[in-house]
Structure formats: structure tokens, C-alpha cells
């Protein structure tokens, strides 16, 4: 898999042109709260300013975010109707849905059907809860591949409408709103990708899942890695770190200890990403580091794929998956 597969660079950049926008009119003239480290909780270092967000590292646990930051009702608005979010669920999501679906959410079913083999207490009859499932390729691609329920919780009426098109069961609420007799009884495995990143506050979030979790149940989350190799190496310039979607930058340690505070166990943490070195080959101009540089214009196909390989295994890619249990 390439980068240009799942991210046709002159569609992305038309939708980071949109969001340039967009993010005067949505976040020009809001209130900001500082905020500290949403995974420890220690106070914050500047780090960078990008399209008129602050960005800060945590020093002790090296989480990247923002603060401060803008209050909720602003991204609410940006969400539903700024021209670049619909821009991404209509253009770039329809023009992408193949490649993404073959590359990205087809093995991610099987990875997950395989984390619920290995952790889920008993066997079958868990449901699965994609929560803000899109247009419900996941869901799709895991109930061809294994017997549980799937349900999707969706609050975008048309997102919505097409996940109900392909007949998949949906809650059209936000995360916030939903409640125990929304879903069904029996144990759950709840699973969200490229979510956490977005959230305005991680820390609400999870009190509302872990009030939606039965014990045992499990939560199954991809992420931004804020300590992958292509987000360090490029850092303000990452294309990853994309105010006013990406707000939080976690990493394999810190995640840890937010749900440790929220006494949420965590099972499992991997970096599964692929896309890290190609990634900085295709942004060679923004490396900030001599070393990866040299390395992105001289390596062979051979050496790249030998990197890619162990900075995924040793947690350094910037895609990041959590498996959680409440105890
Ligand atoms: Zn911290």
C-alpha cells in the first residue's frame, strides 16, 4: 500500500485548501481554553502554532495538543456544515471508498475479529459497536467475515441513511447521547477508528463508553501516534497534524496512563502502521532531520521496507491501536 492509494495527493490538498478556509470562519473569532496534558494531566510546553492553532507537548509523558482550545459548540458547527467536512464525506471519501476499502478496512476487520478471538471473554454472540462507523465499510467487511452483531453509531443523517442502505443496524445519536437501551444486552466489543485524534475532550468520552461497558466488554481504538517517526520527523509540517481535526496526539506510553486514571485496563497497544517512510518520502522537503532525509533519498526499496517494518513493530509507526478492557 502507498500513501497516494487511500490519499490521492491533489484531492487531499484540495480538501486541506477547503479546511484553511474553513477554519477562519468556524474558529476565527471563538473563545480558547488552555487545557493541560489530556493523558497525565501535567502542564504543557509551546510547541507550534499551525493555521491559527496552538499546539503543546507534554514534557513529561511527550503528548501533542491543542491548547488552548477553541470550546466545543465550534467544532460542533465546523462538523456538521463547514464546506471542507462535507467535501470529505462526499468527494474524497467517494472517490477513495475502493482503495480504502480493500487496503485499509477489509484487514482491519481481520485484525480486529482476531484481537476478539484472543481477548473477548466466551466466543460468539458479541456485538460489535462501530462508533462514528461513516458509511459502514467496517462494519460491512467484518459481518462478511465473522458472525457477531454489528452495530453502527452514526449521528450524520447522511452517513446514517448510508449505513441503513446497506442494511446495517444504526444509532443515530453522538457517542454522548446514547444510552444502555440503545444497544443490545450480552457482551460488546465497542471499536472506533481515527476518532480519538478528533475528540474535544478524550477524558468525557471515554466516562460516557466506560458507563456503556459491561465488564469484560472491550474497546478496540485506532489513533495518531504523536511519537511516530513521520510526525516527529516533520512535526508542524506533518500533514497529520491537521488543526481543526487533530487535536490530540497520544502515544503508546501516555495512552496508558489516561486509562489507567479512568481505571480502564489496557490489554494491548500496537503500532501497525505501514505508511510511516513513504509517508516521509513523499514530504522529503519538510524532514526536519538530516538522518531521515539522507535515508528517505538514498535507501533502497529493500532498506525502506526493513524500517517500516521494525518501527512498526517497536511502536515508532504514527498509527497506533489500543485494545481496552473494563475490568
Ligand atoms: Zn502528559
Keep these: 500500500m502507498k500513501e497516494e492509494d487511500i490519499r490521492p495527493r491533489a484531492i487531499f490538498d484540495e480538501y486541506l485548501r477547503l479546511t484553511a ?15 493541560s496534558c489530556p ?48 467535501y470529505w464525506a462526499s468527494t474524497f471519501y467517494k472517490q477513495t471508498a475502493d482503495a480504502r476499502r480493500e487496503w485499509l478496512w477489509r484487514p482491519k476487520a481481520r485484525a480486529i475479529q482476531s484481537i ?11 456485538t460489535v459497536v462501530d462508533i ?30 448510508a449505513c441503513r442502505d446497506k442494511s446495517l443496524e444504526v444509532v443515530q445519536k453522538f457517542l454522548e447521547d446514547v444510552s444502555l437501551a440503545d444497544l443490545p444486552e450480552g457482551g460488546k466489543v465497542f471499536v472506533s477508528f481515527e476518532l480519538f485524534e478528533h475528540l474535544h475532550s478524550p477524558e468525557k468520552f471515554l466516562q460516557t463508553l466506560k458507563g456503556l461497558m459491561s465488564p469484560d466488554d472491550l474497546f478496540i ?31 503508546p506510553r501516555s495512552v496508558r496512563l489516561l486509562f489507567t486514571r479512568l481505571d ?33 533519498e538514498t535507501a533502497s526499496e529493500g532498506e525502506k521496507q526493513q524500517w517500516q517494518a521494525t518501527v512498526s513493530e517497536t511502536g515508532w509507526s504514527s ?5 481496552v478492557r473494563r475490568p
Design 264 to 296: 480502564l485496563e489496557v490489554v494491548e497497544v500496537t503500532t501497525p502502521g505501514k505508511l510511516d517512510i513513504d509517508i516521509l518520502a513523499n514530504n522529503r522537503s519538510d524532514i526536519k532531520d538530516r538522518f531521515w532525509k539522507t535515508f528517505v
Design 319 to 323: 498509527h497506533m491501536m489500543v485494545v
Design 21 to 35: 478556509a474553513d477554519t477562519l470562519t468556524y474558529f476565527g473569532a471563538v473563545a480558547r481554553v488552555p487545557i
Design 116 to 126: 476478539i478471538e484472543r481477548y473477548a471473554s466466551g466466543d460468539a454472540g458479541h
Design 221 to 251: 481504538f485506532t489513533t495518531l501516534s504523536g511519537t511516530g517517526i513521520d510526525i516527529q520527523a516533520l512535526w508542524e509540517d506533518s500533514k497529520s497534524v491537521s488543526p481543526p481535526h487533530h487535536l490530540n496526539f497520544f502515544n
Design 132 to 161: 462514528g462507523g461513516g458509511y459502514g465499510l467496517f462494519a460491512e467487511e467484518m459481518s462478511k467475515l465473522s458472525g457477531h452483531r454489528l452495530i453502527v453509531i452514526e449521528p450524520g443523517p447522511d452517513l446514517a441513511a
Design 39 to 86: 493523558a497525565c494531566g501535567a502542564a504543557g510546553v509551546a510547541a507550534f502554532t499551525k493555521s491559527g492553532f496552538a499546539y503543546d507537548v507534554c514534557p513529561a509523558c511527550h503528548t501533542l495538543y491543542v491548547s488552548p482550545r477553541p470550546v466545543a459548540e465550534a467544532f460542533a458547527a465546523y462538523y456538521t456544515e463547514s464546506p471542507s467536512s462535507r
